[in-house]
Nanobody
Framework: QVQLVESGGGSVQAAESLRLSCVAS????????MRWYRQAPGKEREMVAQ???????DYADSVKDRFTISRDGDKNAVILQMNNLRPEDTAVYYC??????????????WGQGTQVIVSS
């Protein structure tokens, strides 16, 4: 079994920054893709950013040039640096990963979520 644990959420003012972290632990052999999703009240969950094992990254248009996703392969971790935050970034942020396990299977896992609140 694999666990994804997020940290780093909180409440900030608009234009401030936050750094979210997600660490995978358990039966992890490797992680192909790591992603951050978010879900605002009354809205569907949306992908914010993703990064693959080579470091290639992709972002939602709404966060380009403000958010940066990165990986720490030694720690099976993914970081989301969020700068110039806006009230519309308020949401619960979830870590998601495609994990290769010792069983040779690749499974998709979700973290429990971390709240981000941005006040104007």
């Amino acid at each position: 079994q694999v666990q994804l644990v997020e940290s780093g959420g909180g409440s900030v003012q608009a234009a401030e920054s936050l750094r979210l972290s997600c660490v995978a632990s358990g039966a992890v052999v490797g992680i192909d893709y790591m992603r951050w999703y978010r879900q605002a009240p009354g809205k569907e969950r949306e992908m914010v950013a993703q990064i693959d094992i080579t470091g290639w990254a992709d972002y939602a248009d709404s966060v380009k040039d403000r958010f940066t996703i990165s990986r720490d392969g030694d720690k099976n971790a993914v970081i989301l640096q969020m700068n110039n935050l806006r009230p519309e970034d308020t949401a619960v942020y979830y870590c998601n990963a495609d994990v290769r396990e010792w069983t040779s299977q690749t499974k998709n896992y979700w973290g429990q979520g971390t709240q981000v609140i941005v006040s104007s």
